[in-house]
């Protein structure tokens, strides 16, 4: 399997503009996450999925931020407008329903200017 | 709620040292534990896991004990490799057979010079 595909791997905008973040979980995995990572406050959860329902969106942390899970195979995480305390790298992972290991991407580096 | 405390860093050896990196949590049932690592520029990659109290993890020459009498789960290697520097995460989830996140410790940044 290829594993957890998220995208872009990099992307830097510029404070207001929308960003999406995707991701594609592992194929059979029903159990979706998002997660942020900053120096200051190290990994954190923002949301997840759970047979494309979202279960615990507790993390996201402001209106600013949405995500959604239209199938089983896409996940998108959206920021608008963006802000440049928003820079960080998000990660996405999946999870096989019965089980407790996640499996991570690569992460998406956002900087916003 | 939930909460993993692990030894910041960065923490420097000597190649062939032996390692401790400590990590005790804090949770409301019977939690999961969870070993990660981070490579730079690479995602969190699972390193080892235990589901109950007295299992042991262990990969690539790396362990770990679940005590619950410590609410701890200290990771250790006998001999350390240049390869081995990088940053690990301490984790657990409280699930109880659901789908929730992990809870991480902040990392513990580990170099290893030869």
């Known amino acids: 399997d290829a594993g957890v595909i998220q995208s872009p791997r990099h992307e830097v905008t510029e404070m207001g503009q929308e960003v999406t973040l995707r991701c594609k979980p592992i194929s059979g995995h029903n159990s979706l996450f998002w997660y942020?990572?900053?120096?200051?406050?190290?990994?954190?959860?923002?949301?997840?999925?759970?047979?494309?329902v979202p279960i615990d969106d507790s993390?996201?942390?402001?209106?600013?931020?949405?995500a959604k899970m239209p199938n089983a195979s896409f996940s998108t995480l959206?920021?608008?407008?963006?802000?440049?305390?928003?820079?960080?790298?998000?990660?996405?992972?999946?999870?096989?329903g019965i089980q407790y290991e996640q499996f991570f991407g690569p992460g998406t580096r956002l900087t916003v200017l | 709620g939930n909460s993993v405390t692990q030894m910041e860093g960065p923490v420097t050896l000597s190649e062939e040292a032996f390692l401790t990196i400590n990590c005790t949590y804090t949770a409301t049932?019977?939690?999961s534990l969870f070993w990660y690592v981070q490579y730079p520029g690479e995602g969190l990659?699972?390193?080892?896991?235990?589901?109950?109290?007295?299992?042991?993890?262990?990969?690539?020459?790396?362990?770990?004990?679940?005590?619950?009498?410590?609410?701890?789960?200290?990771?250790?290697?006998?001999?350390?490799?240049?390869?081995?520097s990088a940053v690990y995460f301490c984790a657990l989830s409280d699930s109880g057979g659901g789908a929730?996140?992990?809870?991480?410790?902040?990392?513990?940044?580990l170099i290893i010079q030869p």
């Open chain 1, 59 to 66: 993390g996201m942390p402001e209106d600013r931020f949405s």
């Open chain 1, 36 to 52: 942020r990572q900053t120096m200051m406050r190290g990994l954190e959860l923002l949301i997840y999925f759970n047979n494309n």
């Open chain 2, 100 to 109: 929730d996140g992990l809870t991480f410790g902040k990392g513990t940044h």
């Open chain 2, 45 to 84: 990659q699972l390193l080892l896991k235990a589901t109950k109290a007295d299992d042991k993890g262990s990969n690539k020459g790396f362990e770990a004990t679940y005590r619950k009498e410590t609410t701890s789960f200290h990771l250790e290697k006998g001999s350390v490799q240049v390869s081995d």
């Open chain 2, 29 to 31: 049932g019977y939690p």
């Open chain 1, 78 to 96: 959206k920021i608008q407008p963006s802000e440049p305390r928003d820079s960080a790298v998000y990660f996405c992972a999946s999870r096989p």
